[in-house]
């Protein structure tokens, strides 16, 4: 075989997979009773008064679905297996009462996240895994009109004058949407769940993010009104973390929150929410979280809680710690806790203030008292990694000191993580505070021995 077609037979054996892969899409999984379903849909919401559709439960909608479902059957001369008949009445249901395709998914406790990638491929993440599910939706159309009913209660809307939003659902679940023309895969949907009962700290215990010393620390430290923010990335459960931290809040304290979209769920009976706005349609009247700073100044807080400090906000939140307002709580994305400082200091510039970096620097150290530092391994569990103090200033550099560390030891055959907690031995510089507010621990609380 010459040389030249040796060179062609091995072009074309090649090509073949490239070919393969350039088409590779997510399947669609083919509903034969398509038709038939939006058929009955229609025909239900004709049915239904205006102010029926307000107040609609599954008790009283279910039997007029299932009436007229029998009817169509009758006059169209169809078949339909009897457990065929059941899925797609709830489908139906779904659609009416629910959010299309993913109500189950949102029904599924053992769900922590959905993501929809386009009409035809739906993720969820179970236990901290990802996996692929067989649910879709018709089509772009049919995700647009989900997206929109989620959104369109809450006042916002998604255009392509628009194509992001941030929302949540009637339970508190976080809900970002980005369509076209920026998501080329179609409109893509991702929902953080939230637990239908906020988690407690003894939830966090059986779950292995932290230990019962490392609860009792903390539970001292917000009673002491230390200012403390929890760190990590996306994923890690910082807000579930801050969550659970303000449940220390005593009774009798005035809390502010200040979310983007509101997710922190207090059980205390004084909490003032407050959330963030977008732009209207000409891109004004928007109000950010560092509006919302500066506005609960106004408002005698006892206690300010920022979900999450990305921008200029920073700032604000700093010098309310530094004025009076101890006891603050919030969240920032960074990887360790010397990477959170040097996210507050990125931060705080993104405020417009030329201010030379140690002015910075000494802001962030006499303002932050505690960093807890929560990351996602990679076997999908949550670990509190680090408790740092931030002692002060040393020259230029702001000085950080472990309290507790999670070690990891190793990864055994299964892929779990292995790996201990301990304390570092080093009693915090702020006892003095603690024991001042009338708090008090263990002596052997942070001892390493053992």
Not at 7 to 18: C, D, F, G, W, Y
Request: glycine letters at 6%; a negative charge; one cysteine or more.
């Amino acid at each position: 075989m010459s040389l030249l077609k040796r060179l062609e037979k091995e072009k074309n054996i090649s090509e073949e997979p490239v070919q393969e892969l350039r088409t590779n899409r997510p399947i669609q999984l083919l509903d034969p009773w398509k038709d038939f379903k939006n058929q009955v849909h229609h025909e239900v919401i004709q049915t239904l008064d205006t102010s029926e559709t307000e107040n609609l439960e599954v008790e009283t909608l279910r039997p007029k679905v299932e009436e007229i479902f029998e009817k169509k059957i009758e006059v169209q001369g169809i078949t339909i297996p009897r457990t065929d008949r059941q899925r797609l009445i709830q489908q139906i249901l779904d659609e009416i009462l629910g959010f299309g395709p993913i109500t189950p998914l949102l029904n599924d406790p053992d769900i922590n996240e959905i993501m929809v990638n386009g009409p035809h491929q739906i993720y969820v993440e179970r236990k901290g895994k990802l996996e692929l599910v067989p649910i879709t939706f018709y089509d772009d159309q049919h995700v647009l009109h989900i997206i929109e009913k989620i959104v369109a209660p809450l006042g916002r809307r998604i255009d392509e004058s628009q194509p992001m939003v941030d929302a949540r659902l009637p339970d508190g679940s976080r809900v970002n949407a980005i369509i076209p023309p920026l998501a080329l895969n179609g409109p893509t949907l991702t929902i953080r769940k939230f637990a239908k009962d906020p988690f407690k700290v003894e939830d966090l215990i059986r779950f292995g993010t932290l230990t019962a010393e490392m609860a009792l620390f903390l539970e001292v430290c917000v009673n002491s009104r230390l200012n403390i923010i929890v760190s990590g990335g996306t994923g890690s459960g910082k807000t579930t973390t801050l969550g659970v931290l303000s449940s220390y809040i005593p009774e009798d304290e005035r809390i502010i929150t200040i979310e983007d979209a509101a997710e922190l769920q207090l059980r205390q009976a004084h909490v003032v929410t407050l959330e963030t706005r977008p732009p209207n349609i000409e891109g004004k009247g928007a109000i950010t979280i560092r509006d919302l700073v500066r506005n609960s100044l106004r408002m005698r807080p006892e206690r300010i809680i920022v979900g999450e400090v990305r921008s200029g906000e920073a700032l604000d939140m700093l010098q309310a710690m530094n004025t009076g307002h101890d006891g603050s709580l919030t969240t920032g994305h960074a990887n360790t806790p010397r990477d959170m400082l040097s996210r507050l200091e990125t931060m705080v510039l993104m405020a417009g203030m030329d201010l030379p970096v140690r002015a910075i620097r000494e802001q962030i150290s006499s303002a932050l008292d505690v960093i807890v530092q929560q990351s996602r391994l990679r076997d999908g569990t949550r670990r509190v990694t680090h408790i740092t103090e931030v002692l002060g200033m040393e020259g230029d550099v702001i000085v950080l000191q472990d309290i507790f560390r999670f070690e990891q030891t190793g990864i055994d055959k299964q892929g779990k993580v292995l790996g201990y907690f301990r304390a570092t031995g080093i009693r915090p510089h702020f006892m003095e505070k603690l024991l001042s507010a009338g708090q008090s621990l263990p002596e052997n609380l942070f001892s390493n021995e053992g």
